[in-house]
């Protein structure tokens, strides 16, 4: 890997870990704790317009990096977020509710 990219996944790296320090190093949902699995939710299921402005990961993160980390996103594993995208909320929080 060339130097150019290697600095590129670090920043990203770096631009994860803000995050993950700010808004938990967990799954809000499901308490999911590892990294790799974790991504940045729109706590207002605004994704999709915030993703037509940001373009990436990477605008995005920065721009809520900039922002100082509006109470807007949140922590989800890419399970919970997947299950939030398609329904609306997610389906753990659907199955507590059926209990």
């Known amino acids: 890997m060339g130097n150019g990219r ?3 996944v670090n920043y990203y790296a770096r631009q994860k870990e803000r995050l993950l ?3 938990g190093h967990a799954c809000k949902c499901c308490g999911e704790s590892n990294a790799a699995f974790l991504t ?3 706590v207002n299921n605004d994704g999709t317009a915030d993703r037509l402005i940001h373009r990436t990961t990477a605008t995005m993160s920065a721009h809520i990096i900039r922002q ?3 109470d ?7 399970n919970c977020n997947n ?3 398609k329904t609306g909320v997610c389906p753990h ?3 507590n509710v059926a209990l």
Do not use: E, M, W
Request: net charge neutral; proline share 4%; hydrophobic share 30%.
């Open 6 to 8: 290697l600095n590129t």
């Open 21 to 23: 320090d700010h808004y």
């Open 40 to 42: 940045i939710d729109h």
């Open 68 to 70: 100082g980390f509006p």
């Open 72 to 78: 807007s996103y949140q922590i989800l594993c890419y």
């Open 83 to 85: 299950g939030k995208r």
């Open 93 to 95: 929080v659907i199955a």
